[in-house]
């Protein structure tokens, strides 16, 4: 079957550094998306990756390996408004988008 | 502000009863979805359209049902509601039908069916 994993909690404190990781056992792939949520929000875009290797957008970055079916998001200079879910979802080779459970983002003073 | 509408914010609805979603985009984007979120799932799509005048199963279609006659709204209709569907209700949008391309959420119809 297909699979997405995520941590389901993660706490860090504010200013820090927190990398949130991805893996995902898919019927092929044809590219991963990262999606920001706010408690009692909609998901918003951040990023996607298809091809291997690190992207970096402002304070965030998303990284890829195809090979290990992995991928994390590293979010840096973390602020308290950093507080959400990071949902990961994966493209498979029906092109079908898979979304894990998400990842719930505490940040601490 | 250009985006996507969904109404109503929240329902609570008795089991057995009728209910209709609505969804409105201005985007003109081709793509809609219909997705459910609950705790400690992903988000599950239910029914999707590529166009406007074509529908699509998702994941769970059991119990839903959708219309697209136009390019800007997308309604979900629960014909006889269950306490199992009580969730959260997103629709999205994309500009093309490629699963590759990013979707843009509402901002959520809470459903509780008792």
């Known amino acids: 079957g297909q699979n997405i994993d995520q941590p389901t909690e993660m706490t860090a404190t504010e200013g820090a550094i927190v990398q949130i990781n991805c893996t995902y056992q898919t019927s092929g792939f044809n590219g991963l998306f990262w999606y920001q949520q706010h408690a009692g929000e909609a998901p918003t875009f951040l990023s996607y990756?298809?091809l291997d290797g690190l992207e970096e957008k402002g304070r965030f970055s998303s990284f890829l390996s195809r090979s290990k079916g992995y991928s994390y998001l590293l979010l840096k200079e973390l602020q308290m408004k950093d507080s959400a879910s990071y949902l990961c979802a994966v493209v498979d080779s029906n092109y079908q988008l898979i979304w894990g459970a998400g990842t719930k983002l505490i940040i601490k003073p | 502000i250009a985006g996507i509408t969904q109404a109503p914010t929240s329902q609570i609805l008795a089991a057995g009863r009728r209910m209709t979603l609505r969804c409105t985009q201005d985007m003109r984007h081709n793509a809609m979805y219909w997705y459910r979120q609950d705790l400690g799932l992903g988000l599950r799509l239910i029914h999707y359209s590529n166009t406007a005048g074509t529908t699509g199963k998702g994941e769970v279609p059991d119990g839903y049902s959708v219309s697209r006659a136009n390019t800007d709204d997308f309604p979900l209709t629960l014909a006889s509601a269950v306490p199992s569907q009580t969730s959260v209700y997103f629709c999205?949008?994309?500009?093309?039908?490629?699963?590759?391309?990013?979707?843009?959420f509402g901002p959520g119809t809470r459903l509780t069916v008792l």
């Open positions: 999205a949008s994309s500009a093309t039908s490629d699963w590759t391309d990013t979707q843009y």
């Open positions: 990756n298809v």
